[in-house]
C-alpha cells in the first residue's frame, strides 16, 4: 500500500458507536460532577438550596451510568480499542518515563500511555464512585461503619476523579484534531502519523516518501 | 511492570501486558479496603486537619466541617429589624420577639457537638442564646399543650419536639454560634440547637414556635426520618451520643 493518492485524506479512528458512549457518558459525568459541588461545597450549594432535587438528579445519573457503559459492550470497535488501552507494552512505559515523548522517537499505537492510564483510572474509578454511591442510596441496608466508609471513599475518589477528568478536558482543549476525531470519527492521516505513527502504519502502511 | 528482560528471552507477549485491567481491578480492591476502614481514617484525617490547619475543614471532604443543607432554594432572607419570633398556641400570652426582646432574655452558652444523621459530626461548637424553656416560660405554657411545633421563614422546614424535650435544658434558641451571630447557611439570625438529637432537629431560620398538643412530624420526619431522634439511639445508627 504505497498509493498515496488513493488514501483518503483522513480515517476513521472512532466509530460511531464509541462516541455516543463518549458523549452520553460526558455529559452524564458533568451533570454528576455539577450536582456534587451543590451537594458539597456550602456556598455554591446555598445559591441552588433544594437539595433533596439536587441529590435525586446526582442519584439518576449516577444510575444511569451504567446504561451507556454496559451498551458500549456491545460495540466491537469499542471492544476492540477497549483491548488496546487495556494493554500495555514495554514502549508505553518507556514513553512515559521519556522527556520527549511528543517527537515521535517511541512508536506509539492507537492510544498512548497517558491515554490508557486514563482510561483505566477512569473506569476504575466510576465503578467504584458507582458501587460505593450504591451503598450511600441503599445506606440503611448498611451499618454505620460502612457507610460511613462508603462516604469517606467517595467524597475522596471524586475529588481525584474530577482532577483527572479536568486534565482530560485540558488535554483535548490543546488538540483540536484530536477533538475533531472525537466529533466526527475521522482523523486526518498526517495528525495519526506524528501523534500514533504505529496506528497509523497499521490502517494505511509505511508513510509515503516522495 | 514487565522488565525489559535479557536479550535470550526478549520475546514481549504480542499484545503486552493488561495494565489497565490490574488497575481497574486494584482500584476496586483499594475500594473495597478503603470501604471497610473509611470509618477509622476519616476520624484520622479528621484529627490532623483539626490539629494542623483548621480551614481545610471547609474545603476538603468529610473533615470536620459543617455540610449545608437546605430544603428551599437559597437561604431565606431576613431583615433583622423586623425579623419576629411568634410563640403562640396553647400559651397564655402570644409572644413575638424581635432580635433584641431575645437579647434581653436569660443568655445561656453551649459548648457541644452537632452530629449529622447523613454521619457527619463537628466536635466541640460553641453555641449561645436562650434555653427554649426560658422563652417557654415568658409565654406561659397552658396544661394541654404537650408538644411544640417548629417553623422556618423558609416557609417549608418544620420540625417537632414533644413537650418534655423542648423543656430540657439542652435545646436552645440559639442566635450566635463560635462566638459570632449565627450565618446565614447555618439558619440566621435564630435557630434551634436540640444538643442530644441528630441535626435535623435543629432547624434552622426559625420563626415560630406553636405549642400544641400533639406531635406533628417535621419536614424531615415526613421523609421517614425519626421523631424522637436521639443520637445514637435512632435512625438505624450507632454514633456516640452528644450529651
Do not use: C
Given at each position: 500500500?504505497?498509493?498515496?493518492?488513493?488514501?483518503?485524506?483522513?480515517?476513521?479512528?472512532?466509530?460511531?458507536?464509541?462516541?455516543?458512549?463518549?458523549?452520553?457518558?460526558?455529559?452524564?459525568?458533568?451533570?454528576?460532577?455539577?450536582?456534587?459541588?451543590?451537594?458539597?461545597?456550602?456556598?455554591?450549594?446555598?445559591?441552588?438550596?433544594?437539595?433533596?432535587?439536587?441529590?435525586?438528579?446526582?442519584?439518576?445519573?449516577?444510575?444511569?451510568?451504567?446504561?451507556?457503559?454496559?451498551?458500549?459492550?456491545?460495540?466491537?470497535?469499542?471492544?476492540?480499542?477497549?483491548?488496546?488501552?487495556?494493554?500495555?507494552?514495554?514502549?508505553?512505559?518507556?514513553?512515559?518515563?521519556?522527556?520527549?515523548?511528543?517527537?515521535?522517537?517511541?512508536?506509539?499505537?492507537?492510544?498512548?500511555?497517558?491515554?490508557?492510564?486514563?482510561?483505566a483510572f477512569s473506569l476504575g474509578a466510576i465503578l467504584v464512585l458507582f458501587l460505593t454511591g450504591t451503598m450511600m442510596f441503599f445506606s440503611s441496608y448498611f451499618p454505620d461503619a460502612l457507610r460511613t466508609g462508603a462516604t469517606f471513599v467517595h467524597d475522596w475518589l471524586s475529588l481525584a476523579f474530577i482532577v483527572v477528568v479536568v486534565g482530560h478536558i485540558y488535554m483535548a482543549f490543546n488538540d483540536a484534531t484530536a477533538r475533531l476525531g472525537m466529533r466526527t470519527g475521522s482523523v486526518p492521516e498526517s495528525w495519526a502519523r506524528r501523534e500514533h505513527g504505529e496506528w497509523a502504519t497499521e490502517e494505511l502502511g509505511s508513510p509515503v516518501v516522495d | 511492570m514487565v522488565p525489559m528482560s535479557d536479550p535470550d528471552t526478549d520475546v514481549e507477549p504480542p499484545r503486552g501486558t493488561p495494565v489497565g485491567r490490574r488497575i481497574v481491578l486494584g482500584m476496586l480492591g483499594l475500594g473495597a479496603v478503603g470501604v471497610a476502614t473509611g470509618r477509622w481514617l476519616s476520624d484520622g484525617v479528621t484529627e490532623v486537619v483539626a490539629s494542623t490547619a483548621p480551614g481545610l475543614a471547609n474545603v476538603l471532604p468529610a473533615t470536620g466541617g459543617f455540610r449545608i443543607y437546605t430544603v428551599t432554594s437559597g437561604y431565606p432572607e431576613y431583615d433583622p429589624a423586623t425579623y419576629r419570633l411568634a410563640v403562640n398556641g396553647l400559651v397564655r400570652d402570644e409572644l413575638s420577639l424581635s432580635l433584641t426582646d431575645l437579647a434581653a432574655l436569660p443568655q445561656t452558652g453551649i459548648t457541644k457537638d452537632f452530629q449529622c444523621v447523613t454521619g457527619w459530626r463537628v466536635a466541640n461548637v460553641p453555641w449561645s442564646g436562650v434555653l427554649l424553656r426560658d422563652v417557654l416560660d415568658a409565654a406561659g405554657v397552658e396544661p394541654a399543650g404537650a408538644a411544640l411545633h417548629f417553623t422556618s421563614f423558609d416557609g417549608v422546614y418544620t420540625e417537632s419536639l414533644t413537650?418534655?424535650?423542648?423543656?430540657?435544658?439542652?435545646?436552645?434558641?440559639?442566635?450566635?454560634?463560635?462566638?459570632?451571630?449565627?450565618?446565614?447557611?447555618?439558619?440566621?439570625?435564630?435557630?434551634?440547637?436540640?444538643?442530644?438529637?441528630?441535626?435535623?432537629?435543629?432547624?434552622?431560620?426559625?420563626?415560630?414556635?406553636?405549642?400544641?398538643?400533639?406531635?406533628?412530624?417535621?419536614?424531615?420526619?415526613?421523609?421517614?426520618?425519626?421523631?424522637?431522634a436521639y443520637v445514637g439511639a435512632s435512625n438505624g445508627r450507632s454514633d456516640d451520643p452528644v450529651v
Open positions: 500500500m504505497t498509493l498515496s493518492s488513493d488514501r483518503p485524506a483522513s480515517f476513521v479512528r472512532f466509530s460511531t458507536a464509541e462516541r455516543w458512549v463518549h458523549r452520553t457518558l460526558g455529559i452524564l459525568i458533568l451533570i454528576l460532577i455539577a450536582t456534587a459541588a451543590l451537594l458539597f461545597i456550602p456556598d455554591l450549594g446555598g445559591l441552588v438550596g433544594n437539595r433533596q432535587t439536587v441529590r435525586m438528579i446526582h442519584e439518576i445519573a449516577g444510575f444511569v451510568l451504567l446504561i451507556p457503559l454496559l451498551l458500549a459492550l456491545l460495540s466491537r470497535a469499542f471492544r476492540d480499542d477497549a483491548g488496546r488501552l487495556n494493554r500495555f507494552r514495554p514502549t508505553d512505559w518507556q514513553w512515559l518515563r521519556s522527556r520527549d515523548r511528543r517527537s515521535g522517537r517511541i512508536p506509539v499505537g492507537k492510544f498512548n500511555a497517558g491515554q490508557k492510564l486514563n482510561a | 413537650m418534655e424535650q423542648g423543656m430540657a435544658p439542652d435545646v436552645l434558641v440559639a442566635t450566635s454560634m463560635f462566638g459570632a451571630p449565627i450565618q446565614e447557611k447555618h439558619g440566621a439570625p435564630v435557630r434551634l440547637y436540640v444538643v442530644p438529637m441528630y441535626g435535623y432537629k435543629s432547624l434552622k431560620w426559625l420563626s415560630g414556635i406553636e405549642v400544641v398538643r400533639d406531635v406533628i412530624p417535621g419536614y424531615w420526619e415526613q421523609l421517614g426520618y425519626d421523631v424522637d
